[in-house]
């Protein structure tokens, strides 16, 4: 997956947990934030591993 998909992913989970601050009800805000925050964390995991996995492939590259 592109990073930039990811990282565009990444603010949109941002952009929900935001929205989740202004919801009156407190049972939508749990679930709307607790959706931002999964899809924060689960994206960062992914960036990170894309960063990993980039840097494998330059590293191999230099070797070759």
């Known amino acids: 997956?592109?990073?930039y998909i990811l990282i565009a992913?990444?603010?949109?989970?941002?952009?929900?947990?935001a929205v989740a601050l202004?919801?009156?009800v407190y049972s939508d805000?749990?679930?709307v934030g607790v959706v931002g925050w999964i899809t924060v964390g689960?994206?960062?995991?992914?960036i990170l591993y894309e960063i990993?996995?980039?840097r494998a492939e330059?590293?191999?590259k230099e070797l070759a």
């Open 9 to 17: 992913i990444w603010f949109v989970g941002i952009a929900t947990a």
């Open 29 to 31: 805000y749990v679930i």
């Open 42 to 46: 689960a994206s960062t995991g992914l």
């Open 22 to 24: 202004f919801m009156p």
């Open 1 to 3: 997956m592109h990073i």
């Open 58 to 60: 330059d590293r191999k």
């Open 52 to 54: 990993k996995r980039i």
